[in-house]
Each structure stands twice: as structure tokens, then as C-alpha cells.
């Protein structure tokens, strides 16, 4: 009896967490958007929409490790607030080191050299309820095409 009463007190004391993890973090229009236009594409546990347009190879890169990445950032009306595009002049940054959008960390732990992602990122973990004036209002979820093409490992 004090097994089933410890598992009961542990699921009352953890469904809450559990919930808070898998709660929809984009509005039912970005949802039914996002579902209509990339139905194949995957949610991650924190609400990170995404689909691999070309796959990549080798490991994800390690906190603190420095990325190079070209990208496209739009708003779901298709306006483009910023992009990099040059590859001898990509974007680049050291993972997990707050220098990015929430999201972008969360993406780039997973992604891989030479991979292409599609990326919808909710408002919450991108530039919330600030937004980034003029080009992106408060509460906008952000839509990344993003390519990884090296990585530079911390020593």
C-alpha cells in the first residue's frame, strides 16, 4: 500500500511539470497555420516546430561551441526581418552562451554540419512579449530557414 501511495503523491507532484513542458505555446491560428503549411513537420518537447530539408552529418554541436550558419527569419506573413545569406560571411555565434533567440540554442543542440532546417519558433522563446522593434511586434512567432555549415569545437 505505501508503494501505490508514494507513486500516486509523485505523479500529483510531477503531472504539473510534465504539463507545463508539452503545453501549446503557439495561438490556435499559428497552430492551424503552421500544421497547414509543413503538416510533416515535428514539435519538440518545448513547442519548436521544424523540418529537416537536408540532412547533415557528424555530431550537434557542444555548448559554448562556435556555429556558422546562413539564415532567412520571417514573420508567419512571409515578411523577412533579417537574413545572412553570404557564405563567406555567415552568422556565427558560440551555442548556449545567451548571444541568440532561446530558440536558436534549442535548434542548433540538435542540428548537424551541412543540414538545412525549417524552423517555426514560438513568441515566448524567441523575442516574447517585447518583440523587436520595428521589425518584429510583441508576441510573434518567428520562422527560420536555417543552414549549418561549421562547427568549431571548444577545446
Not at 520571417?74 to 555567415?90: A, S
Not at 558560440?94 to 541568440?100: A, F, Q, T
Not at 519558433?121 to 530557414?145: K, M, V
Amino acid at each position: 500500500m505505501r508503494t501505490f501511495g508514494f507513486a500516486a503523491l509523485a505523479c500529483v507532484l510531477l503531472l504539473p511539470t510534465a504539463l507545463r513542458a508539452q503545453r501549446e505555446r503557439l495561438s490556435p491560428d499559428e497552430v492551424a497555420y503552421v500544421e497547414k503549411t509543413w503538416p510533416n513537420a515535428k514539435k519538440t518537447s518545448t513547442g519548436i516546430r521544424y523540418v529537416i530539408e537536408r540532412q547533415g552529418h557528424g555530431q550537434p554541436p557542444n555548448p559554448g561551441d562556435k556555429v556558422f550558419v546562413l539564415y532567412v527569419g520571417k514573420l508567419l506573413n512571409g515578411h523577412v526581418f533579417d537574413k545572412v545569406q553570404d557564405p563567406n560571411n555567415p552568422f556565427t555565434f558560440r551555442v548556449d552562451r545567451y548571444s541568440v533567440i532561446e530558440g536558436w540554442d534549442q535548434t542548433m543542440e540538435t542540428m548537424k554540419v551541412g543540414e538545412k532546417r525549417l524552423v517555426v519558433i514560438p513568441s515566448e522563446l524567441a523575442y516574447g512579449t517585447t518583440g523587436q522593434r520595428p521589425n518584429i511586434p510583441p508576441d510573434s512567432a518567428l520562422i527560420f530557414e536555417i543552414e549549418l555549415l561549421k562547427i568549431e569545437r571548444v577545446q
